[in-house]
């Protein structure tokens, strides 16, 4: 069986290289994580993880890092 992660890929300014990096899925109490469900109206039916994107990439070619900005569209 294959277990998939949610990831983000990115392509590396400096050489070209296409690169992917896991996301971060954060631990939560059951009372914090209750609260967040609320918060970003996720009924009770739904089910899935809260993700969070790395701050920062390091390209697995050419090993440039980068600051990572949110695209907000």
């Known amino acids: 069986m294959i277990e998939l992660h949610p990831a983000y890929f990115w392509d590396c300014p400096e050489c070209g290289r296409e690169n992917f990096v896991r996301g971060i899925s954060p631990e939560?109490?059951?009372?914090d994580l209750q609260v967040l469900k609320a918060e970003h109206g996720v009924q009770p039916w739904e089910t899935g993880d809260f993700?969070?994107?790395?701050t920062n990439v390091e390209c697995g070619?050419?090993?440039?890092?980068?600051?990572?900005?949110?695209?907000e569209n």
């Open 28 to 31: 939560f109490t059951d009372e």
């Open 51 to 54: 993700v969070m994107m790395p």
């Open 61 to 71: 070619e050419c090993h440039a890092e980068f600051p990572v900005e949110l695209d």
